[in-house]
């Protein structure tokens, strides 16, 4: 399953919503789509589980929602510690994908 | 505290081998599912090899790059993960995680370790 993330690279203010995308070339059972978020120097750290759930510790301000082939990760008010890289992942098959990746950059 | 230690990383001449170890703490290693993630420099994270708990099993998976060349297993004895790599090719770079879906219901990556460099060149 290829994941498709858009856009590449969003700018924004601290403050503002950020929306970003995640398109699966297949349908994926909500159940096993996940998004991690990625700050520089640093490993890959678990974000949403189940397409919509907050791991422990998450801040209520990151949302995740979709179903099917259509997904989508929400930060309501971008902090400055939220600015770092996003990926999307599928681990419904055997063989587990993660996203390209969405950089979200301060504007 | 559950945390993962990956060691093992270095530099290697295409064709050789290395072993990665994880040292797992905070929970039992044969209870989780773990898998092997690997990262080229400015890239996604790439899924590597998965090893399921024994309750799940304890069966393997591999990606298409890497399977016949690497070798996920587990020492119960030492709550330890190993990624035996084998015919190494420059493209095998990258810094590879341990990482683990623990007992639970996330069915996710829950917990990443901080990651052993590998690089493969002559």
């Known amino acids: 399953i290829v994941l498709t993330q858009s856009p590449g690279t969003l700018s924004l203010s601290p403050g503002e919503r950020a929306t970003l995308s995640c398109r699966a070339s297949q349908t994926v059972s909500s159940s096993y789509l996940a998004w991690y978020q990625q700050r520089p120097g640093q490993a890959p750290s678990l974000l949403i589980y189940?397409?919509?759930n907050r791991a422990t510790g998450i801040p209520d301000r990151f949302s995740g929602s979709g179903s099917g082939t259509d997904f989508t990760l929400t930060i309501a008010r971008l902090e400055p510690e939220d600015f770092a890289v996003y990926y999307c992942q599928q681990s419904g098959t055997s063989l587990v994908t993660f996203g390209q990746g969405t950089k979200l950059e301060i504007k | 505290e559950v945390q993962l230690v990956e060691s093992g990383g270095g530099l290697a001449m295409p064709g050789g081998s290395l072993r990665l170890s994880c040292a797992a703490s905070g929970f039992t290693l044969s209870r989780a599912w773990m898998s092997w993630v690997r990262q080229a420099p400015g890239k996604a994270p790439e899924w590597v090899s998965q090893l399921k708990s024994k309750a799940g099993g304890g069966t393997t998976n591999y990606a298409a790059p890497v399977k016949g060349r690497f070798t996920i297993l587990r020492d119960d004895s030492k709550n330890t993960l190993y990624l035996q790599m084998n015919s190494l090719k420059t493209e095998d770079t990258a810094v590879y995680y341990c990482v683990a879906d623990l007992p639970g219901d996330t069915d996710a990556f829950d917990i990443w370790g901080q990651g052993t460099v590998v690089t493969v060149s002559s």
């Open positions: 189940g397409a919509s």
